[in-house]
């Protein structure tokens, strides 16, 4: 093995072993109209399908997968429905959970796809990449869906870090979400039992 591969893994090696991690703070979105509402809404406190791990750090030219991506500030699904959570109380909507408000819809996250890698080859470069699919629905407490809607982020960066990329793809989903709620296909299914 050539002096230049032996670097290269023993770098890609360090880098793997210090940057399979991400914490997830992804910076909440602004409504376009500001705090509006002033409704109760029900949201579950974690979301469903969130994989664990979120994906993995790679090695050799081949992207063999090596070490596994782990969120290391929390619940990875408690985490996602936080961000969501805070964006809807931006809008001025009182956030409870379900048991609180047993006769509201639920809002729910569903996770379809939340998967992050690196390429580290041409390490001390190292590649992240990943994305982010997911539903949101309101349902009855019966389970009958009032409202859904399906968003895509996507981040990738020159970096070690994978929060970097993992929040910019989770900040891409949030904003294309954020001015939905005000929208007025989900104040008729959320809030219209609570209007005057």
């Known amino acids: 093995m050539s002096f230049y591969r032996e670097t290269v893994l023993v770098v890609a090696s360090v880098a793997l072993l210090t940057a399979c991690s991400a914490t997830l703070s992804p910076t909440i979105p602004t ?10 809404l029900a949201a579950s406190k974690a979301t469903s ?9 790679t090695l050799s030219v081949f992207a063999i997968k090596v070490a596994d991506v ?5 619940d990875p699904a408690e985490l996602v ?5 805070k964006t809807l109380e931006a809008h001025g909507y009182r956030v409870v959970e379900p048991a609180a408000a047993p006769d509201s819809p639920v809002f729910e996250v569903r996770i379809r796809r939340f998967e992050f890698k690196n ?22 407490p019966s389970g009958r869906e009032l409202w ?13 870090s994978f929060s970097r990329v993992v929040n910019t793809a989770l900040e891409e989903v949030l904003g294309k979400a954020v001015d939905d709620f005000a929208s007025s296909p989900f104040r008729e299914a ?4 609570a209007a005057p």
């Open 190 to 193: 959320c809030c219209a039992k």
């Open 81 to 85: 429905m936080a961000a969501f959570r």
């Open 70 to 74: 782990e969120v290391t500030n929390g």
């Open 119 to 140: 390429y580290t080859w041409f390490a001390p470069i190292v590649f992240n990449w990943g994305d982010i699919e997911l539903d949101l629905r309101l349902t009855e």
């Open 148 to 160: 859904k809607e399906s968003y895509t982020g996507e981040g990738w960066k020159f970096a070690y």
């Open 49 to 57: 399908g969130m994989p664990d791990p979120i994906g993995h750090g």
């Open 31 to 40: 409504p376009t109209g500001g705090a509006a509402f002033h409704d109760t």
